[in-house]
């Protein structure tokens, strides 16, 4: 079918370019994308649950900091090595989004919202109260010398740029075939009639917590990699602007579309950096532009190309 | 055999008895219509069938077994299908997607024997050349059809349909009619109906309700005859 050749083509494309782009340009634009793949990464997790399962979480921050605790943590408390404390992170947020979504999953609509935000601030609250080993807002830094895998050192520059590629490929290419795949089709008929859904013969519930554990654990991997590439693991990332975070790149980038979360994090993240540049006002300078772009494009970035004749865009 | 029974199936909303102690019974191959006054307690009794509703109390067997106290998309997984009253499609996917979602859950076929099979069953209800279409940008008439489709691609034992000729026009009608005759003897259908013409050209028995209650069961014939229904439902005539 032509229309899959379209997609696979623009899933290649899209990572040919990110790998080409470190020759390209210039080593702080380098640092910058290094840093837009990790985030992308949460996005793209992100996305799953909110773009094709249409459930909408404020408290998606309890899983990246799952991920970024359950790293950084035993490295720093057990002496953990890079590679089987990325594990950690890794299992740890599956099982706290295993937990999370069984309870939350007997909401629904604002009600969702809300709980999944309560246990992301009683998550917070947490990393705060125990603050004698995560040192709460201020956080830690995890060593440079540990953070090496196979012998590769993680914080040198060009590493760090294709470890970055590399986990942002992984989730990227995972949720493209996901999203095509039968158990995707489900999502997003139980995102678009949740009760026609239901009496397909689907089970609803059972595919909404395997969305949530599945969007947990991507959002984790990406907490997981950031302190892993980026050495620091703090209570900010668990607060409640990094539940929104995610929100606001995959409503900016398209919600719904494999290659909105990219976009969107990639336009954020350089919106804050050229506004600041520009005026000490910045937020006023972003929170104008997403007001435009909830005007005139309420599908988002991608969305809005979709809309526009490219209809294949997955 | 019996494919589907419920004895004393009982559900009311407040203080008022949708459906009143319902003892039912199609055997396998049959075209059962349900009629029956508004408000009689047609919906509400298959929706406590298939699961959509909960029962009070009493029981629905199906293919054998209890099913009372499954869920409804385990009942619908068992062989049943399901098409709503008010049209309920994915007005967002595309015919095509409608359709593939019913039977990409029934089969674990290869992508192109799903294509295939979904073609199938859309020409057969006449919307082939508009497989392509968002559900959603198709006429009242189509969606209902494209409803039809989802349940035709489930292949089920048992394909509860709820006015499912409500806003089609005369030219579909009779092909409505047609269909459910080429479907008679393998599948067994359960047609809540209004239009008298299809439920009497199609119907082989006939169950009337009425205040939740089955006011008669029969042939067309027999119920046509009967004066307890006349008075009721088809006005003294």
Redesign the interface.
Known sequence: MTGNLKENSLHVGVLVILAALFFVVSDYHDGNLARIMVLAVYAVGYNLLFGYSGLLSLGHALFFAAGMYGLGLSMNLLGFAALPALLVGIVFSAGVSAIVGFLALRTSGVAFMIVTLMFAQAGFLTALHFGEYTRGDEGFVIQQASRMIAGIDLSAHANRYFAAFGFFALSYVAVAILVRS?FG??L??IR??E??????????WMHKYLAVIASGTISGLSGAAYALLFGYAGATFASVQYSILPLLWVLLGGAGTTIGPLIGTAFAFYLIDLASEITTAHLLVVGLTIVLLTLFAPQGISGELRRRGLKWLP | MNLLETRCLSRSFGGLKAVDNVDFAVPEGQVRALIGPNGAGKSTFVAAVCGRIRAESGSVHFDGKDISRLPAHRRIEMGMAYTFQITSVFANLTAHENVALGVRRIARLGRRDIDQKVMEVLDRVGLAERSDQSAGDLSYGHQRLLEIAMGLGQMPKLFIMDEPTQGLAEGEIEEFKHLIRQLAGDTTILLIEHNMNVVMETAEQITVLNSGCVLAEGTPEEVRANSDVQAAYLGTG
Do not use: I, K, Q, S
């Open positions: 039968p089709r489900c997003v008929a678009e009639n009760e026609r859904a239901r009496m397909l013969g689907y089970d609803v």
